[in-house]
């Protein structure tokens, strides 16, 4: 059974901790991402890697960073944590090459930033 | 069904009817579109698919419509059960490219 995996399923942190999400998939998938998950906002890209060491910014990068240094891993990183960044944070995987390519999805970390 | 605000848009639908789930798309380069259920606490999962050349394609009790003319997309699930209750969102795609742009979501409630 394929799977995606995330770190924590709840965190609380607090205003300017430095926060580690990790994300680890078992499929040998090429790409990763990272969403972000908000209540009539749907899913909002931050971050994707297409590849090892490589990473491209999604539609609301700012405050984010990322890291992929092995191919099943993909960290999300807030580097000092904010009120405004406390939301459900969805990591996926898929393959690449052309055509369609289905993303699976990890179940979820609820950040809150107190 | 598209958002309205921070409000997500809701369809109450009795056990055992159909369902009709909306959804206008955006990009017209688009031609892979997704429909993904999420169930309450947990993440997004895989329904079903259809690529532009066709414009309906059935899976079990469920089945995908593609307008390319007016960009909309329904899913229609046939005698709706409890477990269907979840947020669905559909996704569009353009093959190439590896980003998947996602609505806004609508939450089908089941009146028992």
């Known amino acids: 059974d394929v799977k995606v995996t995330q770190s924590s399923r709840y965190l609380v942190k607090r205003t300017g901790e430095k926060v580690f999400l990790e994300c680890v998939q078992d499929m040998d998938h090429e790409n990763m991402f990272w969403y972000r998950q908000d209540p009539g906002l749907g899913l909002r890209l931050i971050y994707f890697?297409?590849?090892?060491?490589?990473?491209e910014k999604g539609d609301i990068p700012e405050g984010y960073s990322v890291s992929r240094e092995k191919k099943e891993r993909f960290s999300l990183i807030l580097e000092s944590a904010s009120t405004n960044q406390t939301s459900m944070y969805l990591c996926a995987s898929s393959s690449a090459g052309l055509g369609v390519n289905e993303q699976f999805f990890g179940p979820g970390t609820r950040l809150t930033v107190l | 069904g598209e958002s309205v605000g921070l409000h997500l848009p809701t369809l109450s639908v009795q056990e055992g009817d159909n369902s009709i789930i909306n959804c206008a798309y955006s990009?017209?380069?688009?031609?892979?579109f997704i429909w993904y259920k999420q169930e309450s606490g947990k993440g997004p999962q895989f329904i079903i698919d259809i690529r532009s050349n066709m414009d309906k394609r059935q899976g079990q009790r469920v089945t995908v419509l593609l307008n390319k003319t007016v960009k909309h997309l329904s899913l229609q699930i046939a005698a709706t059960q409890p477990g269907d209750s979840a947020v669905y969102f559909c996704?569009?795609?353009?093959?190439?490219?590896?980003?998947?742009?996602f609505g806004s979501g609508t939450r089908l409630s089941i009146r028992p």
């Open positions: 990009n017209s380069a688009s031609d892979y």
């Open positions: 890697s297409y590849d090892v060491k490589m990473k």
């Open positions: 996704a569009e795609k353009v093959s190439s490219a590896s980003k998947i742009i």
